[in-house]
């Protein structure tokens, strides 16, 4: 008996290939399509197939679907929104249809009809947590050194105000200073995020990052790794805070050894 074939449709960072390696282990087939320009890895070596469509090309994308045989799917890996504004994307007319169609360009408008037009072709979209259970924060400091008092009243501060951006859909993270916003991510991303809220706090901040409360676990599932560590050190910024069982957390032993390193707790956050 021949196995499953599973898509995994790549984008940035370290995600795809981890969720490709335990899809092989699960005993899938894994098919990788690379979306360009955004793909940031080498893939080949844990694909049985991969193929590279254009970001955009949502045509290119559904008939490489259906030429590998494939009927389930999975996001994987960040697509930056601000590429349609750069000029770096140009929709092939399936996707100008889809997009004109649209009652606004929030992230989570987009990703779930581009997941409905996949469904009407006969392409399920399995939530990313189906291949990454073990990848998920649990509650509690991660790091030896924990958050103080004044730094939990900032991520109880912070985690309702992301959890209200979430809501509206503009962003999953925001950086806080004592109980103030420095700065709420929007369509430039987690890192550039921090990066502005640690320029105004100058030093000491607290960065929480949440799931939305109406999170389709099919796509945009909040993300922290190596990264948003790195960001975090150049930003001078003291403590990062993931909701618990609800955000991805990559490469967990480096990120806490980086994170200690440089002064920063990490702590998987519940109210």
Known sequence: MSPQSLALIAGMGSLPELLAQEA?????????????????RELSHCADKLERVKVGKLGSLIEALKRHQVSQAVFAGKVPKRLLYEGKVSPDLRALKLLWGLRDYKDDTIMLAITQELQKEGIQVLPTTALCQDLLVPQGSLTEDGPSRAELKDVAFGYHIAKEMGRLDIGQTVVVKDRAVMAVEAIEGTDEAILRGGRLAQEGAVVVKVAKPQQDLRFDVPVA?????KAMLKARCRLLALEAEACLLLQREEVVREAELGGISVLGYRP
Request: overall charge positive; cysteine-free; aromatic content about 4%.
């Open 225 to 229: 790794g190596l990264s948003t560590i």
């Open 24 to 40: 092989r282990r699960q005993g899938y087939r894994v098919v990788v399509l690379a979306l360009e320009p955004v793909v940031d």
